[in-house]
Nanobody, 122 residues
Framework: VQLQASGGGLVQTGNSLRLSCAASGRAFVSYAMGWFRQAPGKEREFVAAISRAGRITDYADSVRGRFTISRDNEKNTVFLQMNSLKPEDTAVYYC????????????????WGQGTLVTVSS
């Protein structure tokens, strides 16, 4: 599966962005999907995940209640709606394919794909 994230940009605190991740390959519909991010000088961290069918989601505590992950299996795309953005959300955001249909925070593909930069100004 090839992954291409898009939708990043520069926004002010409190605003919203919607990220998209387009996946190639039929395997997309077989696995959970996730969003991760890497802030300057920090390690990559988990943001959100969604099960194969989209019924179950999981969020990092730092984004729960502000971010919403969703997917469209017909379009091989996963989304991340980000509301009430904060400067600490500034990072490069990546999508990632899980290794199972259900969400498992320790089971992710080694492939990262190209990320998209989100910058939140104060």
């Amino acid at each position: 599966v090839q992954l291409q994230a898009s939708g990043g940009g520069l926004v002010q605190t409190g605003n919203s962005l919607r990220l998209s991740c387009a996946a190639s390959g039929r395997a997309f519909v077989s696995y959970a999907m996730g969003w991760f991010r890497q802030a300057p000088g920090k390690e990559r961290e988990f943001v959100a995940a969604i099960s194969r069918a989209g019924r179950i989601t999981d969020y990092a505590d730092s984004v729960r209640g502000r971010f919403t992950i969703s997917r469209d299996n017909e379009k091989n795309t996963v989304f991340l709606q980000m509301n009430s953005l904060k400067p600490e959300d500034t990072a490069v955001y990546y999508c990632r394919t899980g290794l199972t249909a259900v969400i498992a925070r320790d089971k992710w593909s080694d492939y990262w794909g190209q990320g998209t930069l989100v910058t939140v100004s104060s």
